[in-house]
C-alpha cells in the first residue's frame, strides 16, 4: 500500500489533481489520503494519525509499538495519538 500524504500539500505542490485525489484515493481522515490498494497497516494508520494532527501530535501505545517494529500489532484497530485537538 502506499504511504498516507496530506491531499492539500499534494495538489498544492502539482503532483495530482484534485479530480486524481478524490477518484483515485481513500481518505482516512480529514485531507489525509491513501491509495486504496492492499489492507491498511498499523504503521499506515499511525502515520496518517500524525499527519491529521498537523506533525505536532506523538504517537503512543500500540501504534508506537508498530513503528518499533512488533510483528503482532493488528492494523485493523484505530491509531494511538497524543495529541491536545481543542
Known amino acids: 500500500m502506499g504511504v498516507p500524504f496530506i491531499g492539500s500539500e499534494a495538489t498544492a505542490s502539482g503532483a495530482i489533481t484534485p479530480y486524481s485525489l478524490r477518484s483515485r484515493f481513500v481518505a482516512l481522515y480529514p485531507d489525509v489520503y491513501i491509495a486504496p490498494d ?5 504503521i ?9 494532527s498537523g506533525r505536532q501530535g506523538i504517537v503512543a501505545g500500540q501504534s508506537a509499538v508498530a513503528l518499533h517494529g512488533a510483528k503482532w500489532v493488528d492494523g485493523r484497530k484505530p491509531a494511538e495519538l497524543l495529541w491536545s485537538n481543542r
Open 38 to 42: 492492499g489492507d491498511l497497516t498499523a
Open 44 to 52: 499506515d494508520r499511525a502515520q496518517a494519525a500524525w499527519l491529521w
